[in-house]
């Protein structure tokens, strides 16, 4: 194989870049693994694995709007992806339309230059103008366009050091099976030199297709277009992945572009009574029933299959790529239909039954967490033996670090300590949702009301941490909001059980599918993307998952805190023994808290004092990894490691210290390297604290106490959803409050807009009411 590999670089002209040569003799690395074929894959994830990948990309995708030409820019970026992926050591091909789009350009073109000038000064200039060109017969245009499309893929590839190979069939090409078997050895060879087959149909001699021939079989497919080629292609090849590229994001339970049309995600061949087809695509012969058939046929045929969007402008240069990396883009079809429901259909479910839960009395969402608080202790047996699964899984597996195993692990103390959480939420729940917060009489009988409301549908996603699970339900019950929740797989036993007892509890009032616990393999991504459905985001775990939930939201707001980083402000006027049990805290309590001192500023007198030498002493008691930053570091001959960045989130058992020369200056560098979550002064100077209490602009700042008391627990709201360091909304530890918005109630008399005329403005009384006594109709409790 090395003397073939060589004997073809050989072949290669000497300008050709070298590269190129080293493309093809490389060994490929990062080759996916495989599968048995005949059988496709299950799941969205399990693409990863597509070694082997036909892309069919329709007329519409390669095509301009105005069907002359090719639209360059999509098709650079379908040729970036396709390389990409090439290179990545998979094994790509390529079904194309496009030449008689190209044809057509170039035929037009020739006969306007074709037109001798005698003839154009004879017609006048209006009869120029109104010239109609002659109709252009599409095989002549297919066999004028099929160069120069060939010779554009060629450039295109080239950039990216890769080479192509133009293949054109027709449907006699498959019939015959000496033609079959000689294409079938042609691509396989091409393949195995790192080569991607461009394939077409010989547009210019195709001939009709034979009528009443499709689906007859595995081995009988009409090759009338190249949705059908593509799939015989894929079959015949034992292709893992079909991707259909087009001009529609999928298939849809109605007519793309109709009010209820909702994009199916999943297709399942028994599906094909639920969808209704609309349209055929603006070019090309095939439309989306053509699709359907010809996905069917390969999924039959052992080759998975995803129809998607090839010309939105926003997706069209990661589609591709994205769809190999299991994200949920487009229609995939799949064989097996899985047990429960989509996390469409859960989110819909939840928002329905949130809206049933926001409306009942707060005595009966107070007696569902209750209920949920008696769950708890009742069946801890349950609870535990479902923990100790997961805790076992975990500890055989052995990549769960020991702080992660201590979040992970449930013990009765702690159950109990969730029960007692749980009905301090109950209580808060009595005063909540419908909470009149302002009332102002605009007008005699004209009265406005502001009041307390749930946000809608949560999304709390959530890493090893099960006792998680409960306090947010009990919060989310207790605002009135529907609740969708993503655990981490270490905790999939618990979190299952938890759950249930969730759902039994919310039975007692008929809202079990309130709360939503998401089990099927969707991606936290793609939970983002349902920006239509989710009203607002809350991750809880490490700053890492925050983030990366903060990028991958599109339209849908998070609240979180993206970094930790919490600093400890010691005064030169601080007492020693608070000095030493706060710092201790804040550092060493918890290191991996986000809560956690990761930065301690130390006022310039301290240094040389006893009280630093104590402070010092401590930290290696407690073992904890010092860095120095610029300005302590200039205070010492021989210092410990110099710190890389003043905005480092440790996580551990390290801290940075520094040196200011004044409460103010420590202000200032909290306000340039703090991530605004919690810092704190250590001072015995009342004046001095209140002075940075008041212009420290963090979620939480304190005087004389330690950062770990940002949490919810400590402050009194009997669970947090999480620590959010927004400049909107709810800011530090967020209880109750914090998921309920507002809305205005106006009750009038047959007032309209015309009687806030300018002039008669002053009559009206704009004057606020007291709150204690809702004018709004008294609740039924039943």
Not at 229 to 246: C, F, Q
Not at 267 to 295: C, H, L, N, W
Not at 514 to 538: F, G, P, Y
Not at 648 to 669: N, P, R
Request: aromatic share 4%; glycine share 8%.
């Amino acid at each position: 194989m090395l003397l073939r590999r060589l004997t073809l670089c050989s072949r290669i002209p000497l300008d050709y870049p070298g590269h190129v040569c080293r493309l093809l003799t490389r060994r490929l690395t990062q080759v996916p693994q495989g599968r048995a074929h005949g059988s496709s894959f299950a799941h969205r994830g399990e693409l990863r694995r597509a070694k082997r990948i036909v892309v069919k990309l329709g007329s519409a995708v390669v095509t301009r709007g105005d069907e002359c030409g090719l639209a360059l820019g999509r098709l650079a970026s379908i040729v970036e992806q396709v390389a990409m992926l090439q290179n990545q050591g998979r094994e790509m091909m390529i079904v194309t339309s496009g030449a008689v789009a190209f044809g057509k350009q170039r035929l037009r073109h020739e006969i306007l230059l074709s037109q001798s000038v005698r003839q154009a000064l004879h017609s006048g200039h209006n009869q120029l103008k109104d010239m109609s060109m002659p109709v252009l017969e599409a095989r002549a245009c297919a066999a004028a366009g099929q160069s120069g499309l060939m010779a554009l893929y060629e450039a295109m590839f080239t950039q990216y050091s890769t080479c192509t190979a133009q293949v054109l069939v027709t449907n006699l090409d498959f019939h015959d099976d000496q033609k079959r078997q000689n294409l079938n050895s042609t691509l396989q060879e091409l393949l195995r030199m790192n080569i991607v087959p461009i394939i077409n149909t010989n547009d210019a001699v195709v001939p009709p297709p034979e009528p009443n021939s499709d689906l007859l079989g595995v081995n009988v497919i009409s090759i009338k277009d190249n949705d059908s080629l593509a799939a015989r292609l894929a079959v015949e090849m034992k292709a893992d992945l079909l991707i259909a590229l087009s001009d529609v994001e999928g298939l849809y339970n109605s007519p793309p572009g109709t009010d209820d049309a909702k994009l199916i995600d999943i297709f399942y061949p028994g599906d094909q009574q639920s969808i209704t087809y609309g349209t055929k695509s603006r070019v090309g012969i095939g439309g989306m029933e053509a699709k359907v058939k010809a996905a069917l046929w390969a999924l039959q045929g052992g080759t998975s299959v995803v129809i998607a969007n090839g010309t939105h402008p926003k997706v069209t240069g990661h589609v591709i790529t994205d769809i190999v990396e299991g994200k949920k883009v487009g229609t995939f079809f799949s064989e097996i239909k899985p047990a429960g429901p989509t996390v469409e259909h859960q989110t819909e479910m939840a928002r329905n039954s949130g809206r049933t839960l926001a409306s009942l009395h707060p005595d009966q969402r107070s007696a569902i967490i209750c209920h949920l608080a008696e769950l708890l202790t009742e069946r801890k047996e349950e609870i535990l033996a479902a923990n100790k699964m997961d805790i076992d899984l975990a500890v055989n597996a052995g990549h769960l670090p020991p702080a992660m195993l201590k979040r992970l692990s449930l013990s009765p103390a702690k159950l109990n300590s969730l029960a007692i959480g749980l009905r301090q939420i109950a209580v808060a729940a009595q005063d909540s949702v419908g909470r009149v917060l302002r009332r102002t009489r605009v007008a005699h009988n004209l009265e406005l009301e502001q009041i307390a409301v749930p946000i809608g549908v949560l999304l709390v996603i959530f890493e090893a941490r099960p006792d998680c699970l409960p306090q947010v339900s009990a919060l989310a019950i207790a605002s009135g909001n529907a609740l969708l929740l993503k655990g981490g797989k270490e905790a999939s036993n618990t979190n299952r059980v938890l759950h249930q007892l969730t759902q039994e509890a919310l039975s007692i009032h008929g809202v079990r599918e309130a709360v939503q616990l998401v089990s099927t393999r969707e991606e936290v991504e793609d939970l983002c993307r349902l920006d239509k459905m989710i009203d607002l985001i809350i991750p809880r775990g490490s700053s890492q998952l925050v983030r990366n939930i903060q990028r991958a939201a599109k339209g849908i707001p998070v609240l979180g805190h993206s970094e930790g980083i919490c600093h400890v402000y010691v005064d030169a006027e601080a007492s020693i023994d608070k000095v030493i049990k706060i710092v201790r805290d804040s550092k060493c309590d918890y290191p991996a808290a986000c809560n956690a001192m990761e930065t301690l500023l130390i006022h310039r007198e301290i240094l040389r004092t006893p009280l630093f030498d104590q402070i010092i002493d401590m930290l290696r008691t407690e073992r904890v990894k010092i860095h120095a930053g610029p300005q302590f570091a200039s205070f010492l001959t021989f210092s410990p490691s110099a710190v890389k960045s003043m905005r480092t989130e440790y996580g551990d058992l390290e801290c940075c210290i520094e040196v200011v020369d004044s409460m103010q200056e420590a202000v200032d560098h909290i306000h340039k390297y703090g991530s605004s979550h919690t810092d704190v002064i250590i001072t015995e100077n009342e004046n001095t604290a209140e002075q940075f209490l008041q212009q420290l602009d963090s979620a939480c700042v304190f005087w004389n106490a330690s950062s770990r008391f940002a949490d919810g627990y400590r402050f009194g709201l009997g669970a947090e959803v999480g620590i959010s360091t927004a400049r909107i909304h709810a800011r530090g530890p967020v209880g109750l409050e914090g998921l309920l918005t507002t809305k205005w109630v106006l009750r009038g008399a047959g007032h309209t807009a015309a009687d806030f005329s300018e002039q008669g403005t002053m009559k009206y009384l704009h004057e606020n009411l007291p709150v204690e006594q809702p004018l709004s109709v008294q609740r039924d409790s039943n």
